[in-house]
């Protein structure tokens, strides 16, 4: 019983390898946060190291992407990141929603909820793993850009506006 249980098994994991994963390659710059946004080489270096390969429509995949279901969970995991923020279409955002992507990266950086220890576990992406001294450019160049808007922009278009419920 316990030897055909692990045939099953193997011969699950060697199907599942021919079941495709998008890839997130297209690298599309079109919108991209460096269209309207000074980055200073240093900042450029920490985003490509720490936030790029989740955050950008170009990713970087290490050799264990080839693998299934790693292959899945890396592409689910890619297109979450993209979901919640994207640089290389952020400026195709109405910029009350680039304001408040700013604030929720001061948030996430500060907490130290970014990026996500699963990046950095067994050291995959050593990179990634920001000290303080990192941290604190990383939020101090994205305080810049919101300085920048808010002399730009009028104040109340740096504010998200709430959505009423339809009414019945």
Same mark, same amino acid.
């Given at each position: 019983? +316990?030897?055909?249980?692990?045939? %099953?098994?193997?011969?699950?994991?060697?199907?599942?390898? +021919?079941?495709?994963? *998008?890839?997130?390659?297209?690298?599309?710059? !079109?919108?991209?946060?460096?269209?309207?946004?000074?980055?200073?080489?240093?900042?450029?270096?920490?985003?490509?190291?720490?936030?790029?390969?989740?955050?950008?429509?170009?990713?970087?995949?290490?050799?264990?992407?080839?693998?299934?279901?790693?292959?899945?969970?890396?592409?689910?995991?890619?297109?979450? %990141?993209?979901?919640?923020?994207?640089?290389?279409?952020?400026?195709?955002?109405?910029?009350?929603?680039?304001?408040?992507?700013? !604030?929720?990266?001061? *948030?996430?950086? *500060?907490?130290? *909820?970014?990026?996500? !220890?699963?990046?950095?576990?067994? %050291?995959?992406?050593?990179?990634?793993?920001?000290?303080?001294? !990192?941290?604190?450019?990383?939020?101090?160049?994205?305080?810049?850009?919101?300085?920048?808007?808010?002399?730009?922009?009028?104040?109340?278009?740096?504010?998200?506006?709430?959505?009423?419920?339809?009414?019945?």
């Amino acid at each position: 019983m +316990f030897k055909k249980i692990t045939i %099953g098994f193997l011969a699950l994991l060697v199907l599942i390898q +021919f079941i495709p994963a *998008e890839k997130n390659e297209s690298n599309d710059t !079109e919108f991209d946060i460096s269209k309207s946004y000074n980055i200073p080489e240093n900042v450029a270096t920490i985003l490509k190291g720490a936030c790029n390969d989740c955050h950008t429509n170009l990713t970087r995949y290490p050799w264990y992407s080839h693998i299934q279901p790693v292959k899945y969970m890396l592409a689910d995991h890619v297109n979450d %990141g993209k979901r919640h923020l994207n640089f290389s279409s952020f400026t195709n955002l109405p910029i009350a929603v680039q304001n408040h992507k700013f !604030e929720e990266v001061i *948030e996430m950086v *500060e907490e130290k *909820e970014m990026p996500l !220890e699963s990046y950095t576990y067994l %050291g995959l992406h050593p990179e990634a793993n920001l000290s303080e001294q !990192e941290r604190q450019v990383l939020i101090d160049w994205v305080k810049e850009q919101m300085a920048y808007l808010a002399a730009t922009y009028p104040a109340d278009s740096l504010v998200m506006k709430r959505r009423t419920p339809p009414s019945q």
